[in-house]
Protein backbone atom coordinates (compact mmCIF):
# COMPACT_ATOMS: atom_id res chain seq x y z
CA UNK A 1 0.00 0.00 0.00
CA UNK A 2 1.24 3.66 -0.55
CA UNK A 3 0.69 4.51 2.61
CA UNK A 4 3.07 2.02 4.28
CA UNK A 5 5.23 2.51 1.98
CA UNK A 6 5.12 6.39 2.71
CA UNK A 7 5.67 5.62 6.25
CA UNK A 8 8.35 3.56 5.95
CA UNK A 9 10.49 5.98 3.79
CA UNK A 10 12.09 8.61 4.66
CA UNK A 11 10.35 12.00 3.75
CA UNK A 12 12.75 14.97 3.23
CA UNK A 13 10.67 18.71 2.26
CA UNK A 14 13.12 20.73 1.43
CA UNK A 15 11.64 23.76 1.43
CA UNK A 16 8.48 24.89 4.13
CA UNK A 17 8.59 28.39 5.13
CA UNK A 18 6.89 27.75 8.36
CA UNK A 19 9.80 29.73 10.28
CA UNK A 20 7.58 33.27 8.40
CA UNK A 21 4.32 32.20 10.14
CA UNK A 22 5.93 31.27 13.50
CA UNK A 23 8.33 34.39 13.96
CA UNK A 24 4.79 36.82 13.22
CA UNK A 25 3.90 35.61 16.94
CA UNK A 26 5.23 36.95 20.09
CA UNK A 27 8.56 35.02 20.54
CA UNK A 28 6.69 32.86 23.53
CA UNK A 29 4.45 31.67 21.94
CA UNK A 30 7.14 30.04 19.11
CA UNK A 31 7.47 26.74 20.36
CA UNK A 32 4.09 26.16 21.40
CA UNK A 33 2.46 27.60 18.20
CA UNK A 34 4.88 25.36 16.13
CA UNK A 35 3.41 22.11 18.08
CA UNK A 36 0.12 23.20 17.76
CA UNK A 37 -0.15 24.17 14.19
CA UNK A 38 2.65 22.88 12.17
CA UNK A 39 4.01 19.29 14.04
CA UNK A 40 0.48 17.75 13.45
CA UNK A 41 0.93 18.14 9.69
CA UNK A 42 4.38 17.10 9.61
CA UNK A 43 3.60 14.48 11.53
CA UNK A 44 0.26 13.72 9.27
CA UNK A 45 2.58 14.04 6.10
CA UNK A 46 5.19 11.36 6.99
CA UNK A 47 8.14 14.30 7.15
CA UNK A 48 11.15 12.71 8.56
CA UNK A 49 13.42 15.84 7.43
CA UNK A 50 12.16 19.61 6.84
CA UNK A 51 14.67 22.42 5.54
CA UNK A 52 13.52 25.42 7.21
CA UNK A 53 14.32 28.48 5.33
CA UNK A 54 15.16 31.76 5.97
CA UNK A 55 13.41 34.19 4.07
CA UNK A 56 13.31 38.02 5.52
CA UNK A 57 10.21 39.49 4.12
CA UNK A 58 10.70 43.39 1.96
CA UNK A 59 9.03 45.13 4.78
CA UNK A 60 12.75 43.95 6.79
CA UNK A 61 14.99 44.93 4.01
CA UNK A 62 17.84 46.22 3.99
CA UNK A 63 18.01 48.06 7.55
CA UNK A 64 16.36 45.41 9.60
CA UNK A 65 17.37 42.31 7.42
CA UNK A 66 20.48 40.86 9.55
CA UNK A 67 18.08 41.60 12.75
CA UNK A 68 14.81 39.15 11.31
CA UNK A 69 17.69 37.24 9.58
CA UNK A 70 18.80 36.30 13.57
CA UNK A 71 15.01 36.13 15.14
CA UNK A 72 14.09 33.39 12.67
CA UNK A 73 17.65 31.29 13.04
CA UNK A 74 16.32 32.08 17.28
CA UNK A 75 13.03 30.96 16.32
CA UNK A 76 13.95 27.61 15.01
CA UNK A 77 16.22 27.06 17.99
CA UNK A 78 13.13 27.87 20.15
CA UNK A 79 11.30 25.36 17.79
CA UNK A 80 13.72 22.82 18.58
CA UNK A 81 14.37 23.44 22.60
CA UNK A 82 10.89 23.34 23.50
CA UNK A 83 9.92 20.31 21.10
CA UNK A 84 12.65 18.28 21.92
CA UNK A 85 10.80 15.11 21.86
CA UNK A 86 9.56 15.25 18.69
CA UNK A 87 12.19 17.42 16.25
CA UNK A 88 16.35 18.15 16.12
CA UNK A 89 17.68 20.81 14.78
CA UNK A 90 20.68 19.26 13.00
CA UNK A 91 23.52 20.83 11.83
CA UNK A 92 25.12 17.03 10.03
CA UNK A 93 24.08 13.69 8.91
CA UNK A 94 25.48 11.74 12.02
CA UNK A 95 22.42 14.05 14.10
CA UNK A 96 19.72 13.66 11.24
CA UNK A 97 20.33 10.06 11.31
CA UNK A 98 20.06 10.10 15.05
CA UNK A 99 17.26 12.44 15.04
CA UNK A 100 15.17 9.82 12.58
CA UNK A 101 16.70 6.72 14.76
CA UNK A 102 14.45 8.47 17.79
CA UNK A 103 11.33 9.46 15.75
CA UNK A 104 12.53 12.69 15.76
CA UNK A 105 12.17 15.22 12.67
CA UNK A 106 15.29 16.37 11.88
CA UNK A 107 15.31 20.12 11.23
CA UNK A 108 18.15 21.86 8.81
CA UNK A 109 18.40 25.56 8.39
CA UNK A 110 18.78 27.25 5.26
CA UNK A 111 19.20 30.88 3.94
CA UNK A 112 17.06 32.06 1.25
CA UNK A 113 18.56 35.29 -0.58
CA UNK A 114 20.35 36.12 2.51
CA UNK A 115 19.70 39.52 2.08
CA UNK A 116 21.27 40.05 5.86
CA UNK A 117 24.31 39.42 4.99
CA UNK A 118 24.59 41.87 2.17
CA UNK A 119 28.46 41.94 0.63
CA UNK A 120 30.03 40.77 4.35
CA UNK A 121 30.79 36.97 2.87
CA UNK A 122 32.37 36.73 6.47
CA UNK A 123 28.59 36.06 8.33
CA UNK A 124 28.53 32.75 6.27
CA UNK A 125 31.10 31.77 8.99
CA UNK A 126 28.82 32.97 11.82
CA UNK A 127 25.54 31.75 10.64
CA UNK A 128 26.91 28.21 10.02
CA UNK A 129 28.30 28.56 13.85
CA UNK A 130 24.35 28.96 14.23
CA UNK A 131 23.36 26.04 12.59
CA UNK A 132 22.77 27.08 8.85
CA UNK A 133 23.99 24.17 6.54
CA UNK A 134 22.31 25.34 3.38
CA UNK A 135 22.29 28.66 1.99
CA UNK A 136 20.97 30.69 -1.45
CA UNK A 137 22.43 34.20 -2.78
CA UNK A 138 19.19 35.81 -4.51
CA UNK A 139 15.97 35.85 -4.48
CA UNK A 140 13.87 37.57 -7.55
CA UNK A 141 16.21 41.10 -7.70
CA UNK A 142 19.31 41.75 -7.24
CA UNK A 143 21.41 41.59 -4.52
CA UNK A 144 25.18 42.35 -3.30
CA UNK A 145 26.22 38.28 -4.73
CA UNK A 146 24.21 37.78 -8.07
CA UNK A 147 21.20 38.46 -9.38
CA UNK A 148 18.19 36.80 -9.05
CA UNK A 149 15.80 34.73 -11.63
CA UNK A 150 13.69 37.89 -11.89
CA UNK A 151 16.88 39.62 -13.51
CA UNK A 152 17.79 36.97 -16.28
CA UNK A 153 17.51 39.45 -18.73
CA UNK A 154 20.91 41.34 -17.29
CA UNK A 155 22.75 38.24 -18.50
CA UNK A 156 24.91 38.89 -15.01
CA UNK A 157 27.47 36.58 -13.13
CA UNK A 158 28.02 36.30 -9.93
CA UNK A 159 29.78 39.78 -8.23
CA UNK A 160 33.03 38.87 -6.52
CA UNK A 161 31.98 38.73 -3.52
CA UNK A 162 28.92 35.77 -4.93
CA UNK A 163 31.80 34.34 -6.08
CA UNK A 164 33.60 34.21 -2.64
CA UNK A 165 30.43 33.34 -0.90
CA UNK A 166 30.46 30.10 -3.16
CA UNK A 167 34.23 29.28 -1.47
CA UNK A 168 33.40 29.80 1.83
CA UNK A 169 30.07 27.86 1.47
CA UNK A 170 32.62 24.56 0.13
CA UNK A 171 34.82 25.45 2.89
CA UNK A 172 32.65 25.32 6.02
CA UNK A 173 30.59 22.33 4.26
CA UNK A 174 27.19 24.54 3.42
CA UNK A 175 25.34 23.11 0.66
CA UNK A 176 24.79 25.89 -2.23
CA UNK A 177 21.20 25.87 -3.09
CA UNK A 178 21.05 27.61 -6.54
CA UNK A 179 17.05 28.08 -6.61
CA UNK A 180 15.86 31.87 -7.47
CA UNK A 181 19.25 32.28 -9.12
CA UNK A 182 19.65 33.84 -12.64
CA UNK A 183 19.93 31.22 -15.81
CA UNK A 184 23.71 33.55 -15.95
CA UNK A 185 24.04 33.11 -12.02
CA UNK A 186 23.45 28.92 -11.81
CA UNK A 187 25.54 28.81 -14.81
CA UNK A 188 28.49 30.63 -12.86
CA UNK A 189 28.31 28.40 -9.97
CA UNK A 190 28.37 25.39 -12.00
CA UNK A 191 31.42 26.44 -13.24
CA UNK A 192 32.82 27.01 -9.83
CA UNK A 193 31.87 24.02 -7.55
CA UNK A 194 33.59 21.52 -6.62
CA UNK A 195 31.12 20.23 -4.39
CA UNK A 196 27.38 19.11 -4.88
CA UNK A 197 24.76 22.03 -5.23
CA UNK A 198 21.02 21.55 -5.12
CA UNK A 199 18.34 22.95 -5.72
CA UNK A 200 15.75 23.19 -3.22
CA UNK A 201 12.86 24.50 -4.89
CA UNK A 202 12.75 24.61 -8.67
CA UNK A 203 10.24 22.99 -11.39
CA UNK A 204 11.40 22.25 -14.99
CA UNK A 205 11.47 24.54 -17.14
CA UNK A 206 10.54 22.60 -20.73
CA UNK A 207 7.27 21.88 -19.03
CA UNK A 208 6.36 25.20 -17.71
CA UNK A 209 8.20 28.07 -19.05
CA UNK A 210 8.85 30.46 -16.24
CA UNK A 211 11.93 32.09 -14.97
CA UNK A 212 11.94 30.03 -11.53
CA UNK A 213 11.63 27.01 -13.19
CA UNK A 214 15.50 25.13 -14.29
CA UNK A 215 15.87 24.18 -18.11
CA UNK A 216 17.38 20.87 -18.77
CA UNK A 217 21.03 22.22 -19.17
CA UNK A 218 21.00 23.46 -15.12
CA UNK A 219 19.21 20.43 -13.84
CA UNK A 220 21.93 18.37 -15.92
CA UNK A 221 24.45 20.59 -14.23
CA UNK A 222 23.34 20.34 -10.91
CA UNK A 223 23.22 16.45 -11.37
CA UNK A 224 26.79 16.25 -12.78
CA UNK A 225 27.96 18.25 -9.32
CA UNK A 226 26.17 15.25 -7.35
CA UNK A 227 23.85 17.63 -6.39
CA UNK A 228 19.71 17.10 -6.09
CA UNK A 229 17.10 19.21 -8.18
CA UNK A 230 14.04 19.32 -5.57
CA UNK A 231 10.54 20.07 -7.31
CA UNK A 232 8.48 22.86 -6.80
CA UNK A 233 4.96 22.03 -6.10
CA UNK A 234 3.71 25.63 -6.15
CA UNK A 235 0.98 25.09 -9.20
CA UNK A 236 1.63 28.75 -11.06
CA UNK A 237 5.17 27.04 -11.75
CA UNK A 238 3.75 23.32 -12.80
CA UNK A 239 1.18 24.96 -15.39
CA UNK A 240 0.10 28.12 -16.53
CA UNK A 241 -3.17 27.06 -16.90
CA UNK A 242 -5.37 26.34 -14.06
CA UNK A 243 -6.58 23.18 -15.48
CA UNK A 244 -3.65 21.62 -15.00
CA UNK A 245 -2.79 22.52 -11.53
CA UNK A 246 -3.18 18.70 -10.67
CA UNK A 247 -1.09 15.98 -9.12
CA UNK A 248 -0.45 14.58 -12.82
CA UNK A 249 0.91 17.61 -13.66
CA UNK A 250 3.30 17.58 -10.61
CA UNK A 251 4.41 13.81 -11.10
CA UNK A 252 4.74 14.85 -15.04
CA UNK A 253 7.75 17.74 -13.97
CA UNK A 254 8.83 14.76 -11.40
CA UNK A 255 9.61 12.63 -14.38
CA UNK A 256 10.94 15.13 -16.75
CA UNK A 257 13.64 15.56 -13.86
CA UNK A 258 14.87 11.88 -13.67
CA UNK A 259 14.50 11.55 -17.36
CA UNK A 260 16.98 14.69 -17.72
CA UNK A 261 19.06 14.56 -14.28
CA UNK A 262 18.62 11.15 -13.37
CA UNK A 263 16.40 9.22 -10.48
CA UNK A 264 19.31 9.93 -7.97
CA UNK A 265 19.21 13.32 -8.53
CA UNK A 266 15.50 14.51 -7.83
CA UNK A 267 13.71 15.34 -4.69
CA UNK A 268 10.47 17.09 -3.17
CA UNK A 269 10.79 20.99 -2.40
CA UNK A 270 7.11 22.07 -2.08
CA UNK A 271 7.48 25.73 -0.98
CA UNK A 272 3.95 25.39 0.89
CA UNK A 273 2.89 28.91 0.38
CA UNK A 274 -0.86 28.91 0.84
CA UNK A 275 -0.22 26.92 4.28
CA UNK A 276 1.75 29.61 5.33
CA UNK A 277 0.17 32.41 4.13
CA UNK A 278 -2.46 31.24 5.97
CA UNK A 279 -0.66 31.61 8.83
CA UNK A 280 0.25 35.66 8.24
CA UNK A 281 -1.85 38.13 9.69
CA UNK A 282 -4.21 39.64 6.62
CA UNK A 283 -4.98 41.68 4.88
CA UNK A 284 -1.10 41.54 4.32
CA UNK A 285 -1.25 38.69 1.95
CA UNK A 286 -4.34 39.02 0.27
CA UNK A 287 -3.79 38.53 -3.20
CA UNK A 288 -0.33 38.37 -3.03
CA UNK A 289 2.06 36.98 -5.88
CA UNK A 290 5.48 37.30 -7.31
CA UNK A 291 6.85 36.84 -11.07
CA UNK A 292 3.21 37.10 -12.67
CA UNK A 293 1.94 33.89 -10.72
CA UNK A 294 -0.49 33.38 -7.82
CA UNK A 295 1.09 32.17 -4.97
CA UNK A 296 -2.19 31.55 -3.29
CA UNK A 297 -2.82 28.76 -6.24
CA UNK A 298 -2.09 25.08 -4.95
CA UNK A 299 -2.27 21.67 -6.17
CA UNK A 300 -5.92 20.14 -4.41
CA UNK A 301 -4.73 18.26 -1.62
CA UNK A 302 -0.98 19.89 -1.86
CA UNK A 303 -1.75 22.85 0.21
CA UNK A 304 0.37 22.09 3.23
CA UNK A 305 2.74 19.10 4.18
CA UNK A 306 -0.45 16.80 5.64
CA UNK A 307 -0.99 15.86 1.84
CA UNK A 308 2.40 14.29 1.07
CA UNK A 309 1.35 10.96 1.03
CA UNK A 310 -0.49 11.80 -1.90
CA UNK A 311 2.65 11.84 -3.78
CA UNK A 312 3.54 8.79 -2.90
CA UNK A 313 0.29 7.66 -3.93
CA UNK A 314 0.43 9.30 -7.01
CA UNK A 315 4.35 8.06 -8.03
CA UNK A 316 3.27 4.79 -8.02
CA UNK A 317 0.72 5.26 -9.71
CA UNK A 318 2.75 6.74 -12.77
CA UNK A 319 5.10 3.07 -12.90
CA UNK A 320 7.79 4.14 -10.14
CA UNK A 321 8.83 1.55 -8.23
CA UNK A 322 8.98 0.96 -4.59
CA UNK A 323 12.92 1.57 -4.66
CA UNK A 324 12.24 4.44 -6.93
CA UNK A 325 9.56 6.06 -4.84
CA UNK A 326 11.80 6.33 -1.65
CA UNK A 327 14.75 7.55 -3.24
CA UNK A 328 12.25 10.60 -4.85
CA UNK A 329 10.44 11.84 -1.59
CA UNK A 330 13.44 11.61 0.26
CA UNK A 331 16.13 9.29 -0.34
CA UNK A 332 18.23 11.11 -2.62
CA UNK A 333 17.85 14.19 -0.33
CA UNK A 334 19.34 12.19 2.74
CA UNK A 335 21.99 10.68 0.65
CA UNK A 336 23.08 14.24 0.05
CA UNK A 337 22.79 15.63 3.55
CA UNK A 338 24.97 12.98 4.95
CA UNK A 339 27.34 12.97 2.79
CA UNK A 340 27.82 16.97 2.59
CA UNK A 341 26.48 18.68 5.42
CA UNK A 342 29.23 20.31 7.86
CA UNK A 343 31.64 18.63 6.14
CA UNK A 344 34.04 21.11 6.03
CA UNK A 345 36.94 21.01 3.26
Known amino acids: ?24 RPPKQWAAFFRERWLPQLREGGVNVQVLPVFVDDGFRPEGALRQTLRMIECAHVIAEGNADAVRLCADGAQIDAALAEDRIALVLALESAPGLDANVELLSTVHRLGVRVASIAHVGRTALADGSGEDATGSRLTAAGV ?24 HVLELATRPVMATHSAARALRDHHRNLTDDQIRGVAATGGVVCVNFLAAFLAED ?37 DLTPPCCEGFGYSGVDAWAAVPGLAGPSGLPLVTDALLKHGFSDEEVVKIVGGNVLRLFREELGRPV
Open 164 to 187: EAVREMERLGMIFDISHLSASGVA
Open 242 to 278: PADHTMDRLVDHIEHVVSVGGLDHVGLGPDFMREVMT
Open 1 to 24: MSVDLHRAAVVADTHNDLLMAVTA
